[in-house]
Each structure stands twice: as structure tokens, then as C-alpha cells.
């Protein structure tokens, strides 16, 4: 679990608020979970898997899928100010299925909140 912020904590993912969950926010057609995991190439050259079957994986492209991610939450945000003002009155922010070192919608979704 991944928090951000001080309890009550909004909880941003598929069991919490679905607006800020990347298996539902969708940028250009496709959620960002979608978009995130099949970009990831992996040692053996693969790539475009279906999210569930690159989720948990390492990829080789780590940072720039990575960047990828931060791009397609702050595109996510642009494109539906009204959630910013529902992120700004959150206490804190978590993401219960997080983990340490990976790409967190929780983490991104509290560094939008901080810089705008």
C-alpha cells in the first residue's frame, strides 16, 4: 500500500474513487493501465501485451515507461480539471494495491495535487 498526505485517505484505485484508478481513466481512448503496460518492452524483445500479462513484469524501457505513466496522469488531470479540485480537498491520497519502486497513481495523482 502506498499513502500520501494524512488520513481520511482518498483511495485511488479499481476498490476506491474509479476516476482515479488507471485501470478506468482514460486518455486518448484507452485507460492509462492499458496504455502503460503495453508499452513495456521486455528482455526478450516483446512488447503490446495485453495489460494483465505485463502487469508485475519489469521492462527493459523501465524509465520510459515510466515517464510515459506521469505523461498520460497529467494529460488525464488537463483534460478533467473539475478532479483537481477533488484532489486538492483530499486530506491524502493512497493506492492499497502500491507498491514501493513501481508506478503509483496514487504518487502521481499527489504530485498533481502539490504543483498546480
Not at 488537463?78 to 483537481?84: A, F, G, S, T, V
Request: glycine share 8%; proline share 4%.
Amino acid at each position: 500500500m502506498i499513502q500520501h498526505g494524512s488520513p481520511p485517505f482518498l483511495e485511488c484505485s479499481s476498490r476506491g474513487d474509479r476516476r482515479f484508478s488507471a485501470l478506468y481513466a482514460e486518455v486518448n481512448g484507452r485507460s492509462i493501465e492499458v496504455q502503460y503496460q503495453s508499452a513495456k518492452v521486455f528482455a526478450d524483445g516483446s512488447t503490446g501485451l495485453p495489460w494483465r500479462k505485463a502487469k508485475g513484469r519489469r521492462a527493459v524501457n523501465a524509465e520510459e515507461v515510466a515517464a510515459l505513466y506521469l505523461r498520460l496522469w497529467d494529460q488525464y488531470i488537463d483534460e478533467n480539471p473539475h478532479l483537481l479540485e477533488i484532489l486538492r480537498q483530499a486530506s491524502g491520497l493512497s493506492d492499497q494495491f502500491g507498491q514501493p519502486g513501481r508506478v503509483c497513481q496514487a504518487t502521481e495523482l499527489w504530485r498533481i495535487r502539490n504543483s498546480r
